[in-house]
C-alpha cells in the first residue's frame, strides 16, 4: 500500500470547510473515486493544536497514484486552486509506502 501524506494549517474559521472538502467524502476523495487503485482518504485533526491536520490519501501502489496525477493533471491543479484559501499552509510530508523492506 501507498500513502500520499500532507499537513495543513487551517484558520479556526475554516474549519468546517476545510473538514469538508478534505475528509472522507469530500471534494478531494470525490476526484479519487473511481481511480484505479484508489483505497480511501483519512483526515487527521491534531489533539493538541487545533487548526492542524494530516490527509493520508491511499493508492494500491506508488504507481497508481502516478498515473492518476499523470492523468488528471488539470482537474487536480483545478482543485488545488480552488482549495487554497481553505488553509494557511500545505506541506508534503512524504510518500510512504507499507510493506516488506528489502533487508
Given at each position: 500500500m501507498f500513502t500520499a501524506v500532507f499537513?495543513?494549517?487551517?484558520?479556526?474559521a475554516m474549519v468546517?470547510?476545510?473538514?469538508?472538502?478534505?475528509?472522507?467524502g469530500g471534494r478531494w476523495s470525490a476526484l479519487f473515486e473511481g481511480e484505479p487503485g484508489y483505497?480511501?482518504?483519512?483526515?487527521?485533526?491534531?489533539?493538541?493544536?487545533?487548526g492542524r491536520y494530516l490527509v493520508l490519501d491511499r493508492?494500491?501502489?506508488?504507481?497508481?497514484y502516478a498515473v492518476f496525477l499523470r492523468d488528471r493533471v488539470a482537474e487536480y491543479t483545478?482543485?488545488?486552486?480552488?482549495?487554497a484559501h481553505l488553509y494557511?499552509?500545505?506541506t508534503r510530508i512524504g510518500r510512504f509506502s507499507s510493506g516488506m523492506l528489502p533487508g
Open positions: 499537513a495543513y494549517e487551517v484558520e479556526p468546517d470547510a476545510f473538514e469538508a472538502a478534505y475528509g472522507p483505497l480511501g482518504t483519512e483526515l487527521l485533526a491534531d489533539d493538541e493544536r487545533p493508492w494500491v501502489s506508488a504507481a497508481t483545478s482543485l488545488s486552486d480552488a482549495c494557511l499552509s500545505e
